[in-house]
Each structure stands twice: as C-alpha cells, then as structure tokens.
C-alpha cells in the first residue's frame, strides 16, 4: 500500500492524548516535556555527548512530535553552532497536522520549530521523509509504516535511541526480538538508548540482541526505566552472496571538506549546494560558458510525480523526489526576490478509456489524497486549464515548474563563498594521487582534490575510471508556441504524450520529442510537427501551425535500467575479479566489499525527470560523502548504486 493509515487519536486538550487503537496515552499525563528530557534526553546522556560533533539520533513511535521538538529545543541550546543533528523517527500511524496543531497550541513547545515542523509536515504516504529545520542545522527523516519493515531499508549507525512505542503489553510488536536486532544493528558501537519500559520482555530482547541494559530512576510514577549501551564487533569486511556487497556504500574517510564537480548543470549544482551547506567548498568545472547551457537550459522543467499500478522503484523515487523537491523550491523561494518555482498544477491527459481505467484504479486502490491526486473528467479537466481537453484524467495541485538555469544561479547565490564555476574548460583527464585526485582540461591542470562528482551526462564515459559506465543518449526537441499566436491558453502543465507549460516569457513551450542514439541538437521541423501533431490530440481546437513557432534540443543521460547512476564508482578490473563467482550466483563464497577509487562518485543519468531526482539525489550523495543518514530506502539507493551495471556487464560476460 502506498499509503499509511492516519492515528485514531482522541483529544482531550485537559489530557494526554490517547489512541483508541491501542488503547493507550501518547505521552505521561504528568508531562511529555518533561518526560523527554527525563526519560532521553538524560537517559542518554546527551547534554554530555553534543559537544562539537553531528549527532544522529533514532526514535521508535514519531507520535505527536514532542520528543523532537524537546530535542531540537535542548540540541539549539547545549551544542556546538557549527553541528548538524539527524533525527530518524518511525511511525505507523502518523497524526494528522491538524491535530498535532492544536496539541502543540497547549504545550509549552518552541512554536517556531512546530510551526516550521507543520509547515514540512508530509503526507500520509508509505517511506522515508526528509525535512530540514532551523536553518538546515537539524534533519529531520519520518519514515512511515511498519516499524520492522523499514527498519530493514535502513543503514545508518544511530548514537543514540529513544524507544517510545505504545506499552509492550499494547503493542508488542514493536518491541519484539526482531525489532531489538535491527536496533542494535543500526547502533553505533558504544551508542546508547533510553526507554520507560522495563517490561520483561524488552529486557530480555535487547540483552539478547547485544545491549547492556540497565535500570534508573523513572519519570513521575514510574519506579524505573531502562538505558543501554551497544556493543559490537568491528564491521565485517566480508559478506554472504544475499547481502549483494557489491552494492554497499563505500568507506568515508574525508580529510578535506572539497570537491571539484565536473558538470554545470542541475545535477552539479544541486550536488554544490547540498555539499556547501555542509561546509564544503566546491568547484565547478564546465565545458559551457556559463551554468545550465546543455541538458539543463532549457526554457523551463516540470516536476509531477511517476505512478505505477506496482508502485516500483522508479515510482517510488519519483514521488519522493517530487515531494522533496516541492519543499526544497519553497525553501530556496523564500530567500529570492522573485519566484523561482510555479506551483501552478497539472493535469495529466488519459490516452485511451484503458488508460482512463488504470489512472482510478490506482488512486482507489492506494486511497491516494486528495492533495497529490484528484481523478477529473473532461469537462473537470477542461474547466482547470481553461482550454478543451480530450479527456479527462488526473489533476496534480502540487505539480509545477521552474527555469532550470534560474535554479542553478540561485544555489550558486546562497552560497557565494562556497561555490565557484569555471567554464569553457573541458575535462580531459582524472589523475590520481596520494592526497587525492588531479582534474586536467585542455587549457589547465587544477589542485588536487580529495573528492571528485561526475555529474556530466553522458560524458561520464570520457574518462579511464568511469568508461564502463554506458548510458543512453536520448536526444529531445522543443516546440516554443509564441503566446501571440496561440487561440489557447493554458493555467495549468497538461500531459499526456507531450506536455504544454503554461506560458513562459510570451511562449509556450511543448514537449518533447525522444529519439535513441542521437546526440543531434540541431533543430528539425520534422519533430516540430510530431510534437504538435500529438499535442492536437489532447487539445482538438488548438492551432497547431509549425509557423512561427521556435525550439531547442538537447541530448538526455538516462541509466540501462532508466533510473539515475549515484555513488561510489569501483574500479573495473578489480570488481570483476572479485564478484565473478557471484555473478554465477555462487552462494558460498564471501564476497567483499568493491575496491572504490577513494573519494570518486558519479551522478548521472536523469533523463527526463531531473527535477524529481536531482535534488534529493543530490541530497542522498551529499549524506554519503559526509557519512550521514540517507534519505532513501536501501532498496532504492542499491537501485540507483553505479556498481549493478558492472555486475550486470559481469553477468553478461559469464553468458557468452
């Protein structure tokens, strides 16, 4: 299910509130504040332990917030300016934001961080939310659904956790052995936890699980509560033929906080100012002149989500890229003179009555809200474009678009002291040294560099490290309509085989065509009448003259699998010797991790939907590079790692 049930919360504002589920109180009646910091915040000794380091904690039970909003208010006070707090909280059933409000509106929370909180809030939809509070020093990562299942997509290492489900008694799955082993699995050696309980059970599962436990004084009426402290073995450096080592993160060892990337599109930029928030100073190296001149210059970009019937990984990432980006747009909006992104919706257009069926089908099977998608008829559809449809379809509120170029100028103006761009530099070469990396053009050689990206397209090829590394080229052609010349004028992005954006510096812009191996951007009339022929299919009474109209082309990256290429990049030679037994599916070796080339990461491979993965693509490397939680599930960040096409090139060669 793609989406996650609300809370059956009862609110009483003179009473803790209580879940009629299981039959329980959120919080202590005596005070969830002061519970908090008791039970937690104290339990784990944190006041201590935040001098000058980041700082990962992980909570069982998001509930109503209390326990973050408590945390963030004593980590803004007791730690160092300079550190960053990741707050990872599961939840089943989340609490509607309508009622989290009015709780936070009787409590003594910071009303700034609630309200910032609120504001992010996500939608009740199955995965991993990554929202960024008090100037991006705390990250904040909701994960909804089954506390066990999730648990499984994760791999960071918590310093310390907070166990805050409903009583075991009320629900004692989410404290069962299984739980207990993913909790000490994603626990630092040395890292501790905290909880009220001290149930049998709970007990005796974290004890068996690998916890020294021990019992302190409790909260209010509570005799006693439980802490702990992990111990565990060094890492393994081998793995069974299940846990696909060839596609595990690579080690982080950073002496220097930067990187050059080679690319001055979205992808670089994004990667710049993810990376630059975190401190980091980053040089980007183009080709072009000026930013966002190849694959991003175009006119404009549409962010919609992907749906499929099976919810697969391109969809999951999709979604959770739109979301993510919407927030991301909106917090880069409020810091620009102008807009930079047109929340104006779009309406996706049903090909055929097959089509049609399938679109309800999903939002009733997923009981998607009606905030994300809204199923209309053509005459729905029509009134909300202020154009005639063919037909009818979805509506999308949230969908919107943005200038790509105005994006990368933007993130290169937030951090001016921490972004550099060079163009008109070709990179020719990557050289490797003992303290890192040489990029060569054709006009220079530039410092070494402990880090490189490579976030150039299809150009990634270019190099010795990364030339097993094939992506399609796709070449597609825009049809610019001048808005004079148009007897439509659409409010809203309308798709369907093509899209129209509403109008853009006096034109509307159409597409687009998508042609295989051809890296042609020149302009041909040819595509100019395709793209109009099938926008006359969705809007019959449009003028679809190739008259007057204008254009642009350029050649897309997308991955053999059509999702992005993002981390580590392994050197060939090596892998192939080490995983030649695996990609025959040999089943008693252990398998090591891939020798990685230190500090070398590709980002690449986009497609046509680089405003829903860029940015938390860019996101998810920068956590990488900087040994943070991840934003994205296992199963999707092992979908996008560069080494499954070497392992799918390895198997190739074992079939010949």
């Given at each position: 299910m793609l989406t996650v049930r609300h809370a059956q919360l009862n609110f009483n504002p003179t009473a803790a509130p209580y879940s009629d589920e299981y039959s329980d109180c959120y919080f202590s009646q005596a005070g969830a504040i002061e519970e908090c910091r008791h039970v937690f915040i104290q339990g784990n000794g944190l006041h201590q332990r935040w001098q000058n380091n980041d700082?990962?904690?992980?909570?069982?039970?998001?509930?109503?917030?209390?326990?973050?909003?408590?945390?963030?208010?004593?980590?803004?006070?007791?730690?160092d300016q300079s550190t960053r707090l990741h707050y990872i909280s599961f939840e089943k059933h989340p609490v509607q934001p309508a009622q989290l409000q009015k709780i936070y509106q009787t409590m003594a929370v910071d009303q700034r961080l609630a309200t910032d909180l609120l504001n992010q809030y996500p939608l009740a939809l199955q995965g991993f939310h990554r929202l960024q509070l008090a100037e991006q020093r705390i990250t904040l990562t909701l994960i909804f659904g089954d506390a066990l299942s999730q648990l499984k997509q994760c791999d960071f290492e918590a310093d310390a956790w907070y166990l805050d489900g409903f009583a075991p008694s009320k629900n004692p799955a989410l404290w069962s052995q299984a739980i207990a082993d993913e909790v000490y699995r994603l626990t630092t050696p040395g890292g501790t936890l905290a909880t009220y309980s001290v149930a049998a059970k709970v007990k005796q599962h974290f004890q068996t699980a690998g916890f020294e436990l021990h019992k302190q004084a409790g909260f209010a009426d509570k005799k006693h509560m439980l802490t702990g402290v992990c111990h565990k073995p060094d890492k393994p450096q081998h793995f069974h033929y299940t846990q696909k080592s060839w596609l595990q993160p690579a080690a982080v060892k950073t002496a220097t906080?930067?990187?050059?990337?080679?690319?001055?599109?979205?992808?670089?930029?994004?990667?710049?100012?993810?990376?630059?928030?975190?401190?980091?100073?980053?040089?980007?190296?183009d080709r072009e002149p000026a930013p966002a001149m190849a694959g991003s210059g175009n006119q404009n970009a549409i962010l919609m989500p992907r749906l499929s019937v099976d919810h697969d990984i391109q969809s999951q990432l999709t979604l959770q890229g739109f979301l993510f980006s919407r927030q991301f747009f909106n917090a880069l909006d409020a810091q620009q003179n102008a807009p930079l992104w047109h929340?104006?919706?779009?309406?996706?257009?049903?090909?055929?009555?097959?089509?049609?069926?399938?679109?309800?089908?999903?939002?009733?099977?997923?009981?998607i809200p009606a905030e994300l998608i809204q199923v209309i008829d053509q005459q729905q559809a029509s009134a909300l474009s202020h154009c005639q449809l063919s037909a009818g379809g979805w509506y999308i509120p949230l969908a919107g678009w943005i200038v790509p170029k105005q994006l990368c100028l933007a993130l290169q103006a937030q951090y001016p002291e921490q972004i550099k761009f060079i163009g008109r530099e070709k990179v020719t070469a990557l050289q490797s040294h003992a303290r890192g990396w040489q990029v060569i053009t054709d006009n220079r050689t530039l410092p070494i560099t402990e880090h490189v990206i490579l976030a150039n397209a299809n150009a990634v090829t270019e190099f010795e490290q990364s030339q097993w590394c094939r992506l399609h080229a796709k070449r597609g052609q825009l049809t610019h309509i001048p808005c004079a010349q148009s007897n439509v004028h659409p409010r809203k992005i309308i798709c369907s085989d093509v899209y129209l954006t509403p109008a853009v510096d006096q034109q509307y812009v159409l597409g687009a065509s998508f042609i295989s191996a051809d890296n042609s951007t020149r302009l041909r009339e040819r595509e100019h009448r395709e793209n109009l022929t099938r926008l006359k299919k969705i809007i019959p009474t449009m003028n679809t003259s190739s008259a007057g109209v204008g254009g642009r082309a350029a050649v897309r990256a997308v991955g053999p699998d059509r999702l992005p290429v993002l981390g580590p990049i392994a050197k060939e030679q090596q892998f192939q010797r080490d995983f030649q037994a695996a990609s025959e599916g040999n089943t008693r070796v252990q398998y090591p991790r891939p020798d990685y080339?230190?500090?070398?990461?590709?980002?690449?491979?986009?497609?046509?939907?680089?405003?829903?993965?860029?940015?938390?693509?860019?996101?998810?490397?920068?956590?990488?590079?900087?040994?943070?939680?991840?934003?994205?599930?296992?199963?999707?960040?092992?979908a996008l790692h560069p080494s499954r096409i070497l392992m799918k090139q390895l198997i190739g060669l074992q079939k010949k």
């Open positions: 700082f990962s904690i992980a909570e069982l039970g998001f509930g109503c917030g209390i326990n973050f909003l408590t945390t963030c208010t004593e980590w803004l006070q007791h730690a906080k930067e990187v050059v990337i080679i690319g001055g599109g979205m992808a670089g930029f994004c990667l710049a100012g993810a990376l630059a928030e975190r401190g980091w100073q980053c040089t980007i190296v929340a104006c919706g779009a309406i996706q257009i049903a090909r055929d009555a097959m089509q049609a069926q399938r679109m309800q089908h999903i939002v009733a099977q997923e009981n080339y230190p500090g070398l990461y590709i980002a690449s491979g986009f497609g046509s939907r680089g405003l829903a993965w860029i940015p938390l693509c860019a996101e998810a490397l920068a956590c990488v590079m900087n040994d943070e939680p991840a934003p994205l599930s296992r199963s999707i960040l092992q």
